[in-house]
T-cell receptor, first 110, second 118 residues
């Protein structure tokens, strides 16, 4: 099984940079995902890391360290619309199933 | 990206009735779909893995006789909540992986179905 841990809430200022951390413990590992979920909506895909290192995609970057069981999502130039829950999810070895963390609710303030 | 459509988006029903939720992959074939449930302010919890042409695999604690899953074609999976009760009120979300996007690992989600049982 998998255990995914991330902070419950964070607040950041518009235009700033915020880093959302995620730690995982898993018996098998096939990748780490980040999803964005606005209230009342389905999650939308942000990033996927399976190898160590940083993946950059516009204002969003995601980092993975397999040896440390650690990932973070970095959001730059924060906008008000970035206020949402950010879900860290792990995929087990040989499986399409995802185990989601409880999500980090990010509030962007002016 | 691939599109997964879920219907209905909202449903309100009386206690004791059954409700069917459909999940369709619109532009790709999905041999496997996943059903999640999300209670307010909580994370997505995997309920079951729906396999085309075979029985679904349920997660521990999920009653297979209460949450009937049928995956009769490569583009359609249905979840039927039988004899629904107020505690079944939740946000149900389906997802599928397009093997064409296997390298990215992306899982595509339906819009979700909010069930309210009175």
């Amino acid at each position: 099984g998998q255990n995914i841990d991330q902070p419950t809430e964070m607040t950041a200022t518009e235009g700033a940079i915020v880093q959302i951390n995620c730690t995982y413990q898993t018996s098998g590992f096939n990748g780490l995902f980040w999803y964005q979920q606005h209230a009342g909506e389905a999650p939308t895909f942000l990033s996927y890391n399976v190898l160590d290192g940083l993946e950059e995609k516009g204002r969003f970057s995601s980092f993975l360290s397999r040896s440390k069981g650690y990932s973070y999502l970095l959001l730059k130039e924060l906008q008000m619309k970035d206020s949402a829950s950010y879900l860290c999810a792990g995929s087990g070895a040989g499986s399409y199933q995802l185990t989601f963390g409880k999500g980090t609710k990010l509030s962007v303030i002016p | 990206g691939a599109v997964v459509s879920q219907h209905p988006s909202w449903v309100i029903c009386k206690s004791g009735t059954s409700v069917k939720i459909e999940c369709r992959s619109l532009d790709f074939q999905a041999t496997t779909m996943f059903w999640y449930r999300q209670f307010p302010k909580q994370s997505l919890m995997l309920m079951a893995t729906s396999n085309e042409g075979s029985k679904a695999t349920y997660e521990q604690g999920v009653e297979k006789d209460k949450f009937l899953i049928n995956h009769a074609s490569l583009t359609l999976s249905t979840l039927t909540v039988t004899s629904a009760h107020p505690e079944d009120s939740s946000f149900y979300i389906c997802s599928a992986r397009d093997l064409g996007f296997a390298n990215t690992g992306e899982l595509f989600f339906g819009e979700g179905s909010r069930l309210t049982v009175l």
